[in-house]
Each structure stands twice: as C-alpha cells, then as structure tokens.
Antibody, heavy 116, light 105 residues
Framework: QGQLQESGPGLVKPSETLSLKCTFS????????WSWIRQPPGKGLEWLGY???????NYNPSLESRVAMSIDESQTQFSLSLSSVTAADTAIYYC??????????WGQGTLVIVSS | QMTQSPSSLSASVGDRVTITCRAS??????LNWYQQKPGKAPKLLIS???NLQNRDLSRFIGSGFGTDFTLTINNLQPEDFATYFC?????????FGQGTRVEMK
C-alpha cells in the first residue's frame, strides 16, 4: 500500500476557508474511503467526512454546512475545504484511508492554526 | 457517543492494564482501537472489537459486544506507554472516545 501526505497552509485567518490536499503515493484511489480526521492539540479525534473514487461523499453532520471534499483520481489526490473557520478549528488535520471499517492508513498530519 | 475510561492511568512495566469504552447505543462489534504516540498519527490496533491487526502484539486483547468494550494490555511493555482511542463504525458519524493516556508510574 502507498503513503499519504497532507499539504496546505499552516495558518488561516478567521472567517476564511481552510484548504488542504492529500496525495496518495499508491497507484489508485479505488478500494478506500478517503477521510479527513482532525485533532485539536492535546485533545481527541474528530472525523470530518469521507469521499471515494467516483466522487461520492458523506460528512459529519456537525460540520456539514462548512465542509466540502473533492477527489482527483488522475492525480491520486483528494482535498478538504472548511469554510468560515474560527479558532476552534485549530487542529492537526490527518488524511486517512478507510478500508473494511477501519482507519488503517494515516498521513503524518498537518497543523493548521486559525489566527489573525 | 463513545465514553472511554479512565482518561488516564499510571502503570509499571509488566502490569496488566484495562481500558473501557461504552457506546451510547448498541453497536454490535463495530468498535476499533487505536494507539497514538506523541507527535505521531494514530495506529490501528484492533478492529471489530477483537481482531488484532499485528499478531506480534498478542498482549493486546480486545473484547466486548453491544455497548461495552474493553482493551486489555497484558505484561505492559515500555513501548506501550501511549494514548489509546476507541472508535465506532456502526453508523455515520463515526466517533472516537476521548482517549486514555497510559503513563509510566
């Protein structure tokens, strides 16, 4: 299996949109459900949503109005957008591959700080 | 909602440690356990309540069904000091427990 690598700005201003990209080093994005999970520093884990090859998606209802995910199969990449961010959105953001009900493949995570 | 307890515990090498996770509604066996070390992403330990992902880690035992689940670590090793999270995948949204930090006594 391949590896995952998150990329994107580490600092976002309040009320703006957080945008992150995840690149999979494997050959194809099929077979997995691709999720984003975040973790505020020193705190627990929150699943944000998933997208799969073909573009189907499902988001955490608590964030559904602000979250959007997209997928680019030709580039083996998928992306996260989180709008209208506040300080509460400061967290380490992980891109994760889900297979057979488990989050088995994790990126290293990227810290995003929301601050003016 | 997943309620994990305790939030932290202190133990020594060689101890047996037990962490519990309670679901707010029955979730059958759809419960996974993860281990996270400082500065690292979580790592899957056990899937579907009792399926150990790495046979070399046989000291980790998962059990439970419905609403009550347990992760037991037998003969605690130095590399086991970490934070452990449970996570259900019964229905959307998939949620995690708050975590249990296992510290060295």
């Amino acid at each position: 299996q391949g590896q995952l690598q998150e990329s994107g700005p580490g600092l976002v201003k309040p009320s703006e949109t957080l945008s992150l990209k995840c690149t999979f080093s494997g050959n194809s994005l099929t077979n997995y459900y691709w999720s984003w999970i975040r973790q505020p520093p020193g705190k627990g884990l929150e699943w944000l949503g998933y997208i799969y090859a073909g573009g189907g998606s499902n988001y955490n209802p608590s964030l559904e109005s602000r979250v959007a995910m997209s997928i680019d199969e030709s580039q083996t990449q998928f992306s996260l957008s989180l709008s209208s961010v506040t300080a509460a959105d400061t967290a380490i953001y992980y891109c994760v591959g889900r297979l057979r009900g488990t989050f088995g493949l994790w990126g290293q995570g990227t810290l995003v700080i929301v601050s003016s | 909602q997943m309620t994990q307890s305790p939030s932290s515990l202190s133990a020594s090498v060689g101890d047996r440690v037990t962490i519990t996770c309670r679901a707010s509604q029955p979730i059958s066996i759809y419960l996974n356990w993860y281990q996270q070390k400082p500065g690292k992403a979580p790592k899957l330990l056990i899937s579907d309540a009792s399926n150990l992902q790495n046979r070399d880690l046989s000291r980790f035992i998962g059990s439970g069904f419905g609403t009550d689940f347990t992760l037991t670590i037998n003969n605690l090793q130095p590399e086991d000091f970490a934070t452990y999270f449970c996570q259900h995948h019964y229905e959307i949204p998939w949620t995690f427990g708050q975590g249990t930090r296992v510290e060295m006594k």
